[in-house]
């Protein structure tokens, strides 16, 4: 069943296109996400299905109710974490879900075992009388996250949900989403330009300078590109670029890494490479494509997390605009 059906979707502010017709489904307790860099659009695609924007053009339907006709009943059905905390930190955890509970006329009866079950699930019982002015970055995500759960929402955004957390806490806040998936069925529409935290969603739409790109499972992604990445080093990366590239025939790139190549079977070529370049070698990786190669080989260059600014990124969208026809 789809939850989420966005027709021709389109955002303009004046001459710049913020989201430019896409279409895409969600379905029902499906973990979904926008893979792509701080200004491609995401959280503006975010917003309109969230009712905080209005679209330029096309359709959007969020649990059968149209979001531009039917806000109220679309804002029902929703929870959002945005990307910058709203928690009001002069309050304690649990004064900032009551005030969320009063904004939904959630009845006082429901609210408090609500409350009981979603701080659980978050770990955060012991510090429900803390002011979140106390909080840790990763505490006030997940209380957040609690406070989007409350009132049993059909679709919980999660507008880059772990962000400027260290590696431990932004695993821990994975570890809510599958578990509150997986008791609550709630689906999950996520954006993120983390590669790793990507691979937890069930189809991923990889959006760059408001369209998307390509729109599928993480796997099924990856096999795009197909081949494995060697990376090399040597004593002199220039010289034995020259030889590679030269007397080898090969297809490489240079970069601050080493020597890059780009290979089927890695694990069958290194051997020989080896043996073709006898003490030239002084270190030698293989992995396998990752989410970020595939974004490179669709767009040319791996995923930016600078913001540019608007002129910036309609420069860009013009000179690449033959790449999305």
């Known amino acids: 069943m789809k939850v989420i059906e966005v027709n021709n979707l389109v955002k303009k502010y004046n001459d710049f296109t913020a989201v430019n017709n896409i279409t895409f489904t ?12 701080n200004g491609a659009g995401k959280s503006t695609t975010i917003k309109i299905l ?40 002069r309050l304690t955890a649990k004064e900032n879900l009551l005030f969320h509970a009063m904004l939904y006329g959630i009845p006082k009866v429901v609210y408090k075992k609500r409350m ?41 955004f999660l507008d ?24 609550e069925g709630v689906t999950i529409f ?3 330009h983390y590669m790793d935290e990507a691979e937890n969603c069930d189809r991923i739409a990889i959006i760059d300078y408001g369209q998307i790109v390509v729109l599928d499972t993480p796997e099924k992604l990856k096999e795009l590109v197909s081949s494995d990445i060697i990376t090399l080093t ?5 010289k034995l670029f020259q030889k590679i590239t030269q007397q080898l025939n090969l297809e490489a790139e240079i970069n601050e890494n080493g020597i890059c190549l780009r290979i089927p079977k890695g694990e069958t070529f290194i051997p020989g490479l080896i043996a073709r370049l006898p003490n030239e070698i002084t270190s030698i990786s293989l992995r396998k494509p990752t989410l970020n190669d595939v974004f490179l080989k669709l767009t040319g260059r791996e995923i930016r997390e600078e913001v540019l600014d608007n002129k910036e990124i309609m420069k860009s969208r013009m000179s690449r605009r033959s790449r999305f026809r």
């Open 26 to 37: 969600v379905n029902e307790g499906e973990v979904f996400g926008f893979l792509g860099p």
């Open 50 to 89: 969230a009712t905080l924007l209005d679209l330029t053009s096309g359709q959007a339907f969020l649990n059968g109710y149209d979001v531009k006709r039917e806000p109220n009943k679309v804002r029902s059905s929703i929870g959002l974490v945005f990307q910058e905390t709203t928690l009001d930190e």
């Open 116 to 156: 009981k079950q979603v701080l659980e699930m978050v770990e955060m019982t012991g510090r429900m009388n803390s002011l979140v002015k106390t909080f840790s970055g990763g505490m006030k995500r997940r209380l957040e996250i609690a406070r989007g759960l409350l009132h049993y929402p059909k679709v919980l």
């Open 160 to 183: 880059e949900p772990t962000v400027g957390l260290d590696p431990q806490t932004r695993n821990r806040i994975w570890e809510y989403i599958h578990q509150l998936r997986k008791s």
């Open 190 to 192: 996520l954006t993120t």
């Open 234 to 238: 040597s004593l002199d990366n220039e």
